[in-house]
């Protein structure tokens, strides 16, 4: 059974920092992009970043850009989304995701792409 397990997210001011962590199990993710999408109150889940196999491509939010990195390590099949300067509007759920197949390029953006799912770690910025 594969699983996405994440962790790390918490309650922190603006203009603080937060590392979430996933862990897949169940089966390896490091020939597969992983990603990272997060859904505030009433709103739709949206992309955040993502990162190819070989972590030689990465794609963020606008948003974001700047502020968030996403890196992973294929030995321990594991993501990461490293978060600085956090503002109100970053509160969310945040989600992992992994492929099953290998697409490329914008398409990385797009959560029908992906076919695994976290349970979710809660941010919450207050400011």
């Known amino acids: 059974q594969v699983q996405l397990v994440e962790s790390g997210g918490g309650l922190v001011q603006a203009g603080g920092s937060l590392i979430l962590s996933c862990a897949a199990s169940?089966?390896?993710?490091?020939?597969?992009?992983m990603a990272w999408f997060r859904q505030a109150p009433g709103r739709e889940r949206e992309f955040v970043a993502a990162?190819?196999?070989?972590?030689?491509?990465?794609y963020y939010l606008d948003s974001v850009k700047g502020r968030f990195t996403i890196s992973r390590d294929n030995a321990k099949n594991t993501v990461f989304l490293q978060m600085k300067s956090l503002k109100p509007e970053d509160t969310a759920v945040y989600y992992c995701?992994?492929?099953?197949?290998?697409?490329?390029?914008?398409?990385?953006?797009?959560?029908?792409?992906?076919?695994?799912w976290g349970q979710g770690t809660q941010v919450t910025v207050s400011s």
């Open positions: 995701a992994a492929q099953s197949a290998q697409y490329t390029g914008s398409s990385l953006r797009a959560p029908s792409t992906y076919d695994y």
């Open positions: 169940g089966r390896t993710f490091s020939r597969n992009a």
């Open positions: 990162i190819s196999w070989s972590s030689v491509n990465t």
